[in-house]
């Protein structure tokens, strides 16, 4: 970074600026916005810059700028349209101490001015280092459609009553009223004007000082695969509002990063560096975060619906009587079969389906072989890397094709993902040369759609081609 962005306070400060044509004008405007005392010296000066002295708005000095103008000045701009004269001015300005910027001139400036998303008090600064001043003009562009125009007001209206929202404990009922305040009843109001938004936060301060004594919530959330994008809108509004995420081992940082910077993250998958926490010191966890009255989110990879242990902790919160619900998730099964570009179930092939597991609380798992191992069938197999022999194995025993297509999918939806293409009779082969590391499931009765390429996630498709 070699620029570090600051804001510098203007308000009754000395601002000047050398120049009296178009550069000094859209300088002006933007300063004018600010308190700053600005002078402006052009021996020459465009008609607005004469009407802002007229009006009191600036003091414009009709002369070219000489040694001691830049006196006690904070920040100097040279706006002179001509590098010499540019040269001159900022030398003199230097001398008399001020930070100096030459209009379009990045290389000979000590500071420069970012693109700016008004929406005072709320600034939004967006710089460059004057690498791609079209991206800074479509980030800025960006925000200009998505920060409302009514922020300003809005955040100026909540300045005002910072002291009163003091009323509420300090953390998370607090945050809870400014986010309710700014991205709901604070909206809504000022569609109606500044006094209505009034209102609304003594309304709203209100509820929420009734409100304080509220328990904690569970919310039992899906993350998906892995991949971000495949997280439910629920989901993220979720992950936004958590004052505590526990989290399974499955579920990557880049999800985690979706959290509030606040929210404390858990990570049920193991304590320190010993050993898995336990399913009953997982349930204590959840329950003792609520019932300290925070919104927990208990975020478990895929569907928390499939082989996630939810009944265990809902009856688990449900003893404490605290709150939950559930935001269901995109399952492995289902983004498996996407990475193959198959359906799970298909008009005249199967018109049922099966999500089991490939070991249980007893080891690997029995299950009713003869009714899988029939053609046409198909099913997902999840926590199946280490059962490969022994599901060939019963499934041969139980008639089946040794034909049969089997797919292992290792970390589905993600840059690693890989396609394992099998059958039954070469299963355990497939797999154990495959040396799977990540997450994997097994689709039994499934080959990858024919002429779709192997390498199906583009990211890691790209990968592979540089390392070649
Ligand atoms: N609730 C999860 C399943 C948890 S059991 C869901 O709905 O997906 C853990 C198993 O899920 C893993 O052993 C693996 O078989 C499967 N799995 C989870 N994420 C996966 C991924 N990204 N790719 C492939 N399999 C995955």
Known sequence: MQHFPIFVALAGRRVVLSGGGEAALAKLRLLLKTEAHLTVFAPEADAQIEAWHEAGRLRLVRRAMGPGDALCAVLFYAADEDPAEDARTVALARADGALTNIVDNLGDSQFITPAI?????????IGTEGAAPVLARAIKADLEARLPVTLGPLARIGKAFRRMAEALPMGRARRDFWSD?????????????????HEALDRLLDRHLARRDEPGEVAFVGAGPGDPELLTLKARRALDKADVVIHDRLVGPAILELARREALLVDAGKTGFGPSMSQAE???????????????????????????????????????????????????????????????????RNDDVRFMTGHDVKGLAEHDWRAIARTGEVTALYMGKRAARFVQGRLLMHGADPDTP???????????QRIVEATIGTLPDRVAAAELTGPALMLLGLAPRAGRPIALNPDAFLAEQEAL
């Open 117 to 125: 998303v008004d929406r005072d008090p709320v600034t939004v600064a």
């Open 181 to 197: 305040y700014y991205f709901d009843a604070g909206p809504r109001a000022i569609a109606e004007g500044e006094d209505a938004a």
């Open 282 to 348: 997982i349930d204590a966890l959840i329950v003792e975060h609520a019932n300290a009255g925070a919104k927990v989110v208990r975020l478990k990879g895929g569907d928390p619906v499939v082989f996630a242990r939810l009944d265990e902790e809902i009856a688990a919160v449900d003893a404490a009587g605290i709150d939950w619900h559930v935001i269901p998730g995109i399952t492995a099964a289902s983004a498996s079969a996407a990475a193959i570009g198959q359906s799970l179930t298909k008009r005249g």
């Open 406 to 416: 089997v797919t292992v999918v290792e970390n589905a939806s993600l840059p690693a």
